[in-house]
Structure formats: structure tokens, C-alpha cells
């Protein structure tokens, strides 16, 4: 027969403890202000100093879910690496022990002061109210746990409750419930807590008690496989990775549960300090060994979870350790580094153009990293610019600033346009106006030409040579009249027919139609960058390979372009005739009138 008098006695502090734990993660998280997330992103270089940051977060906000929520956020954020990720997540089951360990340690009776200080000080404490929610959910986390102790008092040699708790506690069955507890409360601390205070009252003892532990450590990879399912590839990654990280260290001891228990008895203490440090050494034994094989453990991860999606992070490729003294050095690494926001751009109109052709949502995600990191390099080379503008600079570097300055906008605003050609589609595929294979074919046709002419203008950027200047005249005319052939034929169906629907492509034609306008100021920017400044390029600039797409629509970048005529008119395309364009006389050929 089910005993219901001390599971009423129990439900009541067990949701109070649910509720303060809860909500103690995410005040302390949202008084931090996005401090943890910093730290956990600029402090992971290593595997190590990853875990005990992990670990040290954990502890303080009291929830592994909510650190590895966080850490996987991060990855689909690309502020860290899905291998930095990893010493951040075996950490954490290291941090959640100290739950546990302030329970056996009976730090519970500081439960019923905490609330009022919290309370007080989230009133009255002027310029630290904000600690006090933290303070009063942390109170309200230990009350929560006294409560239910008191709660269980009356009952601990009641024979039917023990006999009760005995049958469930075999090995296999207490691991399941402890998984399916974790699973439902969302919260390991939860699981532990409540197990260190029924081997508090004397209704568990210690190899009754570790089952539920390992079953609490698998049951908290759930939040995180939850929360990962719709980010991309590396994000699941991580998330995989915790579970193979707590699936794998309840196997790896089970072999070896005798000795264990042994051990934790021989270190000894109360039943539930002892309790405590099951939870405590188990999880320091299986983070050093996946720390030891931490490389291992990645390459496993991304077998099981396999994929090409390349990992965009938010970094530059040449500023990350700043500038050099030397001068000119310092504007080599911004020159190198304003080609790579161009690589990156490029990726970006790629991308978008995949996206139109799968619509597939991680191909879209992939539109929305690179647009994050397109600013985001605009605004690191315009910092590096602005340190090195406070330097004594000759004439000519101060020119050289300008223009490197401008080209840097001009990229950003550039890739802000491949966002927008991404978006479009995303709107269409949503509202189920997707695109007809003939128009993704005719899309494509006309993006290829922008195509070449981003890859032509990145073949020495942020210089450019005179033969290549003529290419990219060349190719802009051709782009000029194969738009305005669109436009006109999109006008006719639209006014013929009444073909709303195809009308929506005009938008697209004037995306593509502004894009490559910017392609042709920052070629003009190039030309006098090139001719005012006149410095030699570096060895080390050269044209990069593209990021992998899944199904990009151009060539490939290390073909070399076609050879264009270098007067203004393409093969097949009649300028005066075909597009009804005039074009002014003088060094620009591409002066529309």
C-alpha cells in the first residue's frame, strides 16, 4: 500500500524547494547581467581552467542545467567553440555537488534567516536590492529543505515507509526513477537534495541512496537536449556531450559499485554526509577521466553527432591579441583582417542563396551567424582603427586610415544586404510563398554574376589591380542589364496577368541590384585605396577558401575569373540596344545616367 500521509507531508516542501531553486538560478543569472556569460566565453582556452570555471558557476547559481543551457547558447552564439564547451560541461557536474553537500552538512537552518535578509535588502538595500531575490529564493531553497526533513521526522522507523522505500531502491529501478524525477523537476539539485535528506531521517542508506544519484546525473541532460533541438549542428553537440558525459560515467562505475561504496563508507561521516560524498567523488572520478581523454571524448561526440555545418565563431582571425607597436604591422593585421570580413560576406550571400534553395532552418541559422559576426568584425577593425588613429601618423597613414575606415562600413553594409536577401526568403518560406524551382533557378542565374564580382573584388583586398578593375566594370554592366531584362519581364507578367506572386522577386532583384552597388563602391574605394596609398600587400594576404556550405550556387573561388572584355560590353549583351543604358565618358565607365 502506497504510504500518502508522508508524501502530503513531503509534496508541499518539495515544491517550495523546486520553486526557490528555480528561481534562484535566474535571479542570480539575471543580477550577473551577462557576467557568466563572459566568463564562461573569454576563459575556456583550456580544458581545465573550462571545468573549474564551469564548476565555480555552477556552484554559485546551483543548477548544472541552467550552466549547460547557458554553455550551449553560447556554442549557437559562436562566442565559444563546441571543444571549449566541453571542459565547461564536465565541470558542472563537479559544481552541482555542493548542493548536497550544504544539506548534509545541515546549512538548512539558515534558510528561515536568509528569507528576511533577502527580503529586506531586496527593499532596502539602495544599490545592492538587486541580491536580494537571490538571497531570499537561496533562504527559500534551504527552508524548503528543513521543511520536508521536520516533514519526514515522524516517520523514520515507521516499518511500512521503510519497507516502501526498500522496494524501490534495487538498482535498476532507482535509477529510473531518479532519471525520471530529474527529467520531470528539470532539476538534478532537486533529486540530490531531497535524497541526502531522506538518508538524513534514516530512510535511506548509502547503497540505496547512489542509485538514485547516478539516475538524478543522467535525468539532467534532458533541459539541455530539449533546448538544443532547434539550434545547429555544434549546439546539439554540446548538448550530446553532456549526456554521453553522464550516460558513460554511470557505466563506467557501475562495474565498480562495491569498491565505491566501500570507499565513501571508509571517508566516513554521517549517513547522509556520506551520501554527499557519493555525489561529490563520483563526479570528481568521471571529469578527470573525460578531462584525461577530453579529446577523445570530443571526436566520439561528433561521430555519434555527425555533420559539415562549419562553426562560425565571434572572433577575428588577426586582432585577437590587439595591435603591434609597429605601425605599419598593425595595418597589415587590419588589412588582413578586413579581407577576412569580406570572406565572411561572401559566405554570407552564400549562405542566403542555400537557404533559398533547401530551406532548411540550420541553413538559415547559418545566414544569421555570419551576419552577427559581419558586424561584429566591423566593429573590431573599427576599434583597431580608432587605437591605431591616436598614434603619430604621417599623411599617408592618415589617408590610409580613412579609407581602411570606409572599406570596413562598406563591407558591413554589404553583408547587412546579404542578411536581408536571407530574410526575404525566410518570409517567403514561412508564410508558404516559397519559390518555384524556375524562379530559384532564375535567382541563382543573376546572383552568380554578384558572385564573381564579391570574389573578383577579393582577390588582393583591400587593393585591387587594374585588370581586375576592368573585370568588375565589365561584369557590372552585364549584372545592370540581366536585372533590368528581369525587372522588365517581372512588370509584364505582373500587369498581364495580375501575378502578385511573382512580383515578390522584384525585391529580390533590388537587393541583388544594391548589393552589387556597394561591390562597385567598394571597388572604387579599392582603386584610390590602392593608387593614394600605394602599399605593397603582405605574403600573407591571399584568397582564403570559402566556408564549406552545404549547396553553394557559385563557382569555385579558385577558378580563375573569365576573361571579360575590358571596354565596357560583354559578349551577347548589346549595352545601348539590349539594357537602354547610357554611360557617361571618363575614367569611371560606370556612371549610370
Known sequence: MVPWEPIFAVVPGLILFFYGIENFSRELLSAAKGSFSIILGKMTSRPILGALIGAVVTALVQSSAATTIVTIGLVNAGTISFGQSLGIIIGSNVGTTITAQLVAFKMTAFGAVLIPVGFLVGA?????????????????????????????????SDPEIIGFITEFSALPLAILIG????????SSAVTTGLTVVLAQQGLLTLPQAIPFLLGANIGSTTTALLASSRMGLHSKRAAVAHFIFNFGGVLMILPFLGPFTELVMAIGGTEAQMVANAHLLFNLITASVFLLGIKQFGRLVERVVPGNEPEVLMRTRYLEDGLPED??????????????????????????????????????LMVERLKNLNGYLDR?????????STRPLSDREATEVVYLVRMSNEIGRLGYLGADLGEFFRRSIENGNGASAAQIKEVESIYRILDANIVGLGHIFPRIQETTVAELRARDIELQCVVNEHYRRQLASLK?????????????????????????????????????????????????????????VAGDDKQGLPDLPVEGRVPGVHVEDGCGLEFSGGRDHDQVR
Request: glycine share 6%.
Open 179 to 186: 532519471f525520471l524525477f530529474t527529467a520531470m523537476v528539470q
Open 327 to 364: 605601425t605599419r604591422a598593425g595595418f597589415e593585421l587590419i588589412q588582413m583582417e578586413l579581407k577576412h570580413a569580406h570572406e565572411v560576406t561572401l559566405n554570407l550571400f552564400r549562405a542566403a542563396m542555400t537557404y533559398l534553395a533547401t530551406g532548411r532552418d540550420a541553413d538559415y
Open 496 to 552: 498581364q496577368e495580375g501575378d502578385f506572386g511573382n512580383s515578390r522577386y522584384i525585391e529580390v532583384l533590388s537587393i541583388i541590384e544594391a548589393a552589387n552597388a556597394k561591390v562597385r563602391d567598394l571597388r572604387k574605394l579599392a582603386e584610390r585605396y590602392s593608387t593614394e596609398v600605394g602599399v605593397t600587400p603582405p605574403a600573407s594576404i591571399g584568397v582564403d577558401d570559402p566556408l564549406p556550405l552545404t549547396q553553394p
Open 380 to 388: 573590431r577593425i573599427e576599434q583597431a582603427l580608432r587605437s591605431i
Open 124 to 156: 532596502y538595500g539602495g544599490r545592492y536590492k538587486i541580491l536580494g531575490k537571490p538571497l531570499f529564493y537561496f533562504g527559500l531553497v534551504f527552508f524548503s529543505l528543513n521543511l520536508i526533513s521536520t516533514s519526514l521526522a515522524p516517520f523514520q
